[in-house]
């Protein structure tokens, strides 16, 4: 009897410890949903397997790693994957690091990842994400590293950044951001994975550690455009004075009273 109730309690604690996580997995499914793998890496990404993608510490589907049978890592790098990242992401409330790197995603970053409390790592670099760096990021305090290189993402990189103390590493070079780089994350520059390194790679970015603000740059083309039309400018200007000169001198001289002036001027012969 005793023996059955702890057969029981055991079945109970394996059923605990098995249940998937409703949470983990509307998000499992909403990313499977979102993304194309045209590659086939999630071909074990099955609806049976994500819906229970934890066995306790053990892991059912390729790229995600379990913690007490919550999600807790994501990393699904160089599988040439397309699609968008859901915001429903931020329902794996227990992730600490999530890798989408080195794909072909597009879309926005969805600043419903603030959600993520635990994320202490951010790789999503070299995919095709475009729209601003969501400052809601900055909610996820244990961020530690962010790498958001090689995208086409654009605006000015959110002040709110710099208040992630942990942050250590930071590259948000190769994009097309604008506007000039947060103090806060500037005057970290010297500490490892800190440096203008992080920072190049995006035309409209200033201030250090890189180069102040450029005079918004003249390119050669503006000075050849420039130079054209000036000329072309002066040339007009030259031409209609040149036209307008004769017409009057044309009018003096075919002025009756001035041909007779000109005449009584003129010495007899
Ligand atoms: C899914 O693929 C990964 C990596 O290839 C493998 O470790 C895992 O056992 C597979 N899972 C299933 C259910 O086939
Ligand atoms: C799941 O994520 C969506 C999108 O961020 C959010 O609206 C929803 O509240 C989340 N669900 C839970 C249970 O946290
Ligand atoms: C992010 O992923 C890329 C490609 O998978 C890798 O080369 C890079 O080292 C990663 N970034 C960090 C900071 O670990
Ligand atoms: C960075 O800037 C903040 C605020 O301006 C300042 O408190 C901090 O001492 C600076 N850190 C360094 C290393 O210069
Ligand atoms: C920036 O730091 C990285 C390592 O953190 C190093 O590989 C790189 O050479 C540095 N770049 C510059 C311009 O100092």
């Known amino acids: 009897m005793s023996r059955r109730h702890l057969a029981a309690a055991f079945a109970a604690a394996l059923f605990l410890l098995c249940a998937a996580d409703p949470d983990d997995e509307r998000c499992l499914s909403h990313l499977h949903q979102s993304l194309s793998d045209p590659a086939g890496g999630l071909r074990n990404w099955t609806k049976a397997s994500f819906s229970a993608p934890c066995d306790g510490f053990f892991s059912h589907l390729q790229g995600v790693t379990c913690n007490n049978g919550r999600v807790y890592k994501l990393a699904l790098p160089g599988l040439s994957l397309g699609g968008t990242i859901p915001p429903e992401l931020s329902n794996c409330t227990n992730l600490q690091s999530l890798d989408l790197s080195a794909n072909a995603l597009s879309g926005a970053i969805p600043p419903e990842l603030s959600a993520l409390l635990n994320l202490a790592v951010l790789n999503l670099s070299a995919n095709a994400l475009s729209g601003a760096i969501p400052r809601e990021l900055a909610s996820c305090a244990y961020l530690n590293i962010i790498d958001l290189h090689g995208n086409q993402l654009s605006g000015p990189i959110p002040d709110e950044l710099g208040l992630l103390v942990r942050l250590s590493t930071l590259d948000v070079s190769y994009n097309r951001l604008s506007g000039p780089i947060p103090a806060l994350l500037a005057n970290r520059t010297g500490s490892v994975g800190f440096n203008a390194s992080s920072f190049v790679g995006n035309k409209n970015l200033y201030g250090y550690p890189l180069p102040p603000m450029r005079t918004r740059g003249l390119s050669v083309l503006a000075i050849v455009g420039i130079g054209l039309g000036s000329g ?17 001198t044309d009018r003096t001289a075919t002025t009756p009273g001035e041909e007779g002036k000109i005449s009584q001027l003129m010495p007899d012969y």
């Open 232 to 248: 072309l400018l002066s040339l007009v200007l030259s031409f209609s004075a040149v036209c307008l000169w004769l017409r009057a």
